[in-house]
């Protein structure tokens, strides 16, 4: 028998309006509460000093150099935000087919990640491994006549990670799509001393079209054009196959998996929180920001309270932690209650 039919009694004996009749009760029933330890924060790093440049589709959200970045990493730390992460916009120069800066142990990545250690050890650096700011083409992997190569790829991702580790970082985040990295960067990181850097796997990330600004922001769509990553990023149509995505990753290592974009796909963070026992983390990417910001700045939503209830429906959905571009804002209005 349904539980449901047994255990709950009908109208008038029952009436669900009773619980929310006051603030206090309303508190004491809640199934699920955001703190700033649900929140990380992305960051854009570029070259140079005392650089902080305007990106037109992400208000609020700036390009800075290292020395810039410290005092942003400053409020986050200060407003209980557990680890920022780190993305970098690499200039054109420095891009290439075969994406050989990525694994620069002197590139800008490892020079703010190393800085940000330095003056703030207790907060938790994340660090993108993928190749998609350092290729010319803008593809997350190596081209090959068109075609986006999987091992050869992975074992450049191999060396970004270990670079990365090596300069500091706390967790790498795969976010690249190839088949067997996760397997491939565990072993890369166990055998050159790093086997406590943890691996947070963008298992199910989807071709979406929400990542735009992102891609404005670091640079990367107009060296991409009008290609795509449908060879290696998931089909949006597709559920069943996120899971088999994130099964894959755990049997080769991940600590935590990711689920990406957020909000539209709440419905996959539900999913593999159900069938699997990992951390999930969800991603409200750059173009779930730009909505809810153009949407506030036409006076068409209350922006605190859309963030909010937007990092809300993430933890209802099962996920652990959130990145989200609105985490100091979200983090403030916390601390004020
Ligand atoms: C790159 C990467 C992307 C994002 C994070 N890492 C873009 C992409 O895959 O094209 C998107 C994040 C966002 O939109 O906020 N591998």
């Known amino acids: 028998m349904n539980i449901l039919n047994n255990t709950i009694s009908s109208f008038p004996d029952t009436r669900l309006r009773r619980n929310r009749n006051s603030d206090w009760s309303r508190r004491i029933v809640v199934e699920n509460n955001v703190s700033a330890d649900d929140l990380i924060l992305p960051l854009f790093v570029q070259e140079?000093?005392?650089?902080?440049?305007?990106?037109?589709?992400?208000?609020?959200?700036?390009?800075?150099?290292?020395?810039?970045?410290?005092?942003?990493?400053?409020?986050?730390?200060?407003?209980?935000?557990?680890?920022v992460a780190l993305f970098p916009v690499v200039p054109l120069e420095k891009k290439s087919e075969d994406a050989s800066e990525a694994y620069n142990s002197n590139n800008l990545t490892s020079k703010a990640v190393e800085a940000i250690k330095k003056?703030?050890?207790?907060?938790?650096?994340?660090?993108?491994?993928?190749?998609?700011?350092?290729?010319?083409?803008?593809?997350?992997g190596l081209v090959d006549d068109g075609k986006i190569?999987?091992?050869?790829?992975?074992?450049?991702?191999?060396?970004?990670?270990?670079?990365?580790?090596?300069?500091?970082?706390?967790?790498?985040?795969?976010?690249?799509?190839?088949?067997?990295?996760?397997?491939?960067?565990?072993?890369?990181?166990?055998?050159?001393?790093?086997?406590?850097?943890?691996?947070?796997?963008?298992?199910?990330?989807?071709?979406?079209?929400?990542?735009?600004?992102?891609?404005?922001?670091?640079?990367?769509?107009?060296?991409?054009?009008?290609a795509d990553k449908k060879t290696y990023q998931m089909d949006p149509a597709n559920s069943d196959e996120a899971l088999r995505e994130v099964q894959l990753d755990i049997s080769e290592g991940a600590d935590m998996v990711m689920v990406k974009p957020g909000m539209p796909y709440l419905d996959i963070v539900r999913r593999v929180k159900d069938n699997f026992n990992i951390a999930v983390l969800a991603y409200q990417v750059s173009g779930e920001y730009a909505m809810l910001k153009a949407a506030s700045q036409n006076g068409w939503l209350n922006e605190e309270q859309a963030m909010y209830e937007s990092i809300l429906a993430f933890k209802r959905a099962g996920a652990s932690c959130v990145f989200t571009y609105g985490a100091i804002e979200i983090a403030k209005k916390l601390s004020k209650g």
């Open 119 to 140: 003056d703030f050890p207790e907060i938790g650096v994340i660090c993108d491994v993928a190749l998609d700011p350092y290729t010319s083409h803008g593809q997350d």
């Open 149 to 226: 190569l999987n091992d050869e790829t992975v074992d450049v991702l191999c060396k970004q990670a270990v670079c990365l580790a090596q300069a500091g970082a706390d967790i790498v985040a795969p976010s690249d799509m190839m088949d067997g990295r996760v397997g491939q960067i565990r072993k890369a990181l166990d055998s050159n001393e790093k086997k406590d850097v943890k691996i947070l796997s963008y298992a199910a990330k989807y071709a979406s079209c929400f990542y735009g600004p992102f891609r404005d922001a670091v640079g990367s769509a107009a060296n991409l054009g009008s």
């Open 48 to 83: 140079g000093d005392n650089k902080k440049t305007e990106i037109d589709s992400m208000p609020s959200v700036q390009r800075l150099s290292v020395d810039l970045l410290l005092e942003k990493v400053s409020v986050a730390s200060d407003s209980g935000i557990p680890a």
